[in-house]
């Protein structure tokens, strides 16, 4: 008797509370905007019984979580650098006759940029850095009047949309890039500068594929289409880009890897030629037009295997060729052949937080291999005609802190005067000194 006669007592307050929490939930995107409303009224029903310790515990919890989410941003991701750096050329007399007197000079490079996720899929990353025009963002010391301000500007602008998981049926990643960019089809496996110059900050849309570890093999695909130049009134210069690449361990603590690119630069015109001209391809070598005729098609290998079997001196063995497919020997460049080859081989040894990390380099990168404006600017000092050996040490002195000493040894390959525009300064030493801060 005693338990039926309860229940009308009970039926009362449990219809009271689960009309509070109709209330409750009615009036939550208003309270909402007040904080310590949901909380109050969550101590109210706790300190009337109408919850219990435990479930008055788990209530809170959720509340501060969804708070939580309410006023959380996207997470932001900060990074930077700054580059201090100390240059001595020493110039021989080069073949048009100059003998160009030796120079020093300082400078600096600041980058400071972020990385914004938006959600599991989107982000969106920024860079400025200095330099002004300058494709490297160096900012030479006493450039300007009498201490005048040096400027920022946009280096890096773009975003990234990364395929969800459901997409991939055989795993791995995939992102989509679009904008201002770094070049996407560089590796970090040794120097990877001798085609695309690694300050290179290209414009337009990439796609980027790597797989899961298949059985001790892993694979990877790019393509890019980028602008070099918007025309409003004829279709715009760009180049195309394909590569496809695979590593596998053959071994213990040995890792080789391999990739194959191909390249289509289409709808040339002849300020492009022009502007090539200036720093070392022929006229009308990179293709038999001087109007850009049919674009330029290249092919590019490189292979690497890295061996760690003994500890903090991993060793490091590269190299890589190109060859312009569409190269000419034109008659209005006697005595120069197609000049249509580049390649480059090296090995580094050591661990820059262990002692340090050494590299010695050769590239040799015929006149029309490449089109010359975007090789790397120490290494073969921008321009293309050119053959260099390359010094290399670097050492992590301080946490987040490198020092980099870089010694080229450079000089022309051909020497007539086809090749006038690649002759200037030619024959040079280049001591490079480098302190690096990462923030």
Not at 57 to 64: G, H, M, V, W, Y
Not at 162 to 188: D, H, N, Q, Y
Not at 206 to 230: F, H, I, K, N, T
Not at 418 to 429: E, K, P
Request: charge should be negative.
């Amino acid at each position: 008797m005693a338990t039926l006669s309860s229940a009308p007592m009970a039926r009362p307050a449990v219809l009271r509370f689960a009309i509070l929490l109709a209330g409750i939930a009615a009036a939550a995107p208003v309270w909402a905007t007040e904080p310590g409303v949901v909380e109050e009224v969550l101590a109210i029903l706790h300190e009337r019984g109408l919850v219990d310790e435990s479930e008055y515990q788990r209530l809170r919890a959720r509340q501060a979580a969804w708070a939580r989410n309410q006023t959380a941003g996207p997470e932001i991701t900060w990074h930077g650098d700054f580059r201090a750096r100390f240059e001595q050329f020493w110039f021989d007399r080069d073949p048009l006759g100059v003998e160009r007197g030796n120079r020093s000079r300082a400078r600096y490079r600041l980058r400071l940029g972020a990385t914004v996720d938006v959600n599991p899929h989107i982000s969106a990353t920024f860079r400025l850095a200095s330099g002004g025009a300058s494709r490297s963002a160096n900012q030479t010391l006493g450039v300007g009047d009498d201490f005048d301000p040096d400027g920022l500007y946009i280096d890096r602008a773009h975003l990234d949309l990364a395929a969800p998981e459901s997409w991939l049926t055989f795993g791995g990643s995939a992102r989509l890039r679009i904008g201002k960019m770094g070049v996407p089809f560089r590796w970090k496996q040794g120097p990877d500068s001798m085609l695309w110059d690694r300050d290179l900050s290209p414009e337009g849309v990439s796609l980027a594929w790597s797989s899961d570890d298949l059985g001790g093999v892993r694979a990877y695909a790019r393509a890019a289409y980028l602008v070099l130049d918007e025309n409003s009134r004829a279709r715009d210069p760009h180049v195309l880009g394909l590569q496809g690449g695979a590593s596998f361990e053959p071994g213990e603590g040995w890792v080789v890897g391999g990739r194959m690119s191909h390249y289509w630069w289409r709808s040339l015109d002849a300020d492009f030629l022009d502007r090539s001209a200036a720093s070392g391809n022929l006229r009308f070598g990179l293709n038999d037009s001087g109007e850009g005729g049919n674009g330029i098609s290249a092919t590019e290998l490189a292979a690497y295997a890295r061996w760690s079997g003994v500890a903090g001196w991993p060793l490091l063995l590269y190299g890589h060729v190109v060859r312009n497919h569409d190269a000419s020997d034109s008659p209005a460049h006697p005595g120069a052949s197609d000049e249509d080859l580049g390649f480059g081989f090296g090995a580094e040894l050591g661990d820059k937080r262990h002692l340090a990390k050494l590299h010695l380099g050769y590239f040799r990168l015929q006149a029309n291999a490449w089109p010359s404006r975007f090789v790397d600017s120490p290494l073969l000092a921008g321009r293309s005609n050119q053959q260099v050996v390359v010094v290399q040490a670097l050492r992590e002195v301080l946490a987040g802190t490198d020092l980099k000493v870089s010694l080229f040894f450079g000089e022309p390959l051909e020497r007539g005067s086809a090749f006038s525009n690649s002759l200037s300064d030619s024959d040079r030493v280049l001591l490079q000194t480098d302190l690096v801060v990462r923030f």
